[in-house]
Antibody
Framework: EVQLVQSGAEVKKPGESLTISCKATGYSFSSQWIGWARQMPGKGLEWMGTIHPADSETTYSPSFQGQVTISVDKSISAAYLQWSSLKASDTAMYFC????????????WGQGTLVTVSS | DIQMTQSPSTLSASVGDRVTITCRSSQSISSWLAWYQQKPGKAPKLLMSKASTLESGVPSRFSGSGSGTEFTLTISSLQPDDFATYHCQQYNSYPWTFGQGTKVEIK
C-alpha cells in the first residue's frame, strides 16, 4: 500500500528556517516523481513543485521558484520542502504528493503538515 | 497560466439529489483534467483523471464529462459520505493549476 507520511505541525517566527519531510512507502521511491502542494487557509490547492528521486531533477511552479527548495534522500525514501526565511504568508497546509507516471496529476497525497508563521 | 474556475463555490443539497459541479479553463486543455475530493482536515483524494476515467474504488455514482474548456463532475445520487469539497486540476500545460474548489454541503 502506497503511503506518504509527513512530519508534524510547525509553529515558527518570521525569518526562521524550516524543513518539513515526507516519507514514502509501498512503492519504488526512485521511479516516481514526488512533490508538494500548498493550501492556504480557506483557499484552493496550488502545485509548488516536483522532483524525480533518481536524479533530483526538479520542476518548480513559477510562483514558488526561489521561495522554497525541494529535495530528496532516496536512501530513506524521503522528500523535503525547505524555507530559508519564513514569512507570515507561508502559513498554510502543505501536502506531499506523488505524480502519476508521466502525467501531471497526483494519485497519492500525504496527510498534510500545517505550518504556522507568526511573531 | 491556465486559470481554472469552478462553479458554484458552494452547493447545498440533500441526500439522494443529483449534483453537478462545473469547471472551466481559460484555454483548451483537451481532456487533461483531474477531479479530487477533500473532506475537512484531510488530504485530497483523486477521484478521476482524463476528465472521465474513475479511479479504482470510486463509486459509480460519480461521473465526469467534458473536453476543451468546460467540464462537469456529476454525483448521480448524493450520499452522506459525499459531503466534501471538490477540486478540479488541469495537467495540460505547465504550471499545473487547480480550481478554487466547490463545497458540497448538507441542505
Amino acid at each position: 500500500e502506497v503511503q506518504l507520511v509527513q512530519s508534524g505541525a510547525e509553529v515558527k517566527k518570521p525569518g526562521e528556517s524550516l524543513t518539513i519531510s515526507c516519507k514514502a512507502t509501498g512503492y519504488s521511491f526512485s521511479s516516481q516523481w514526488i512533490g508538494w502542494a500548498r493550501q492556504m487557509p480557506g483557499k484552493g490547492l496550488e502545485w509548488m513543485g516536483t522532483i524525480h528521486p533518481a536524479d533530483s531533477e526538479t520542476t518548480y511552479s513559477p510562483s514558488f521558484q526561489g521561495q522554497v527548495t525541494i529535495s530528496v534522500d532516496k536512501s530513506i525514501s524521503a522528500a523535503y520542502l525547505q524555507w530559508s526565511s519564513l514569512k507570515a504568508s507561508d502559513t498554510a497546509m502543505y501536502f506531499c504528493v506523488r505524480r502519476f507516471g508521466a502525467y501531471y496529476y497526483f494519485d497519492y497525497w500525504g496527510q498534510g503538515t500545517l505550518v504556522t508563521v507568526s511573531s | 497560466d491556465i486559470q481554472m474556475t469552478q462553479s458554484p463555490s458552494t452547493l447545498s443539497a440533500s441526500v439522494g439529489d443529483r449534483v453537478t459541479i462545473t469547471c472551466r479553463s481559460s484555454q483548451s486543455i483537451s481532456s487533461w483534467l483531474a477531479w479530487y475530493q477533500q473532506k475537512p482536515g484531510k488530504a485530497p483524494k483523486l477521484l478521476m483523471s482524463k476528465a472521465s476515467t474513475l479511479e479504482s474504488g470510486v463509486p459509480s455514482r460519480f461521473s465526469g464529462s467534458g473536453s476543451g474548456t468546460e467540464f462537469t463532475l456529476t454525483i448521480s445520487s448524493l450520499q452522506p459520505d459525499d459531503f466534501a469539497t471538490y477540486h478540479c486540476q488541469q495537467y495540460n500545460s505547465y504550471p499545473w493549476t487547480f480550481g478554487q474548489g466547490t463545497k458540497v454541503e448538507i441542505k
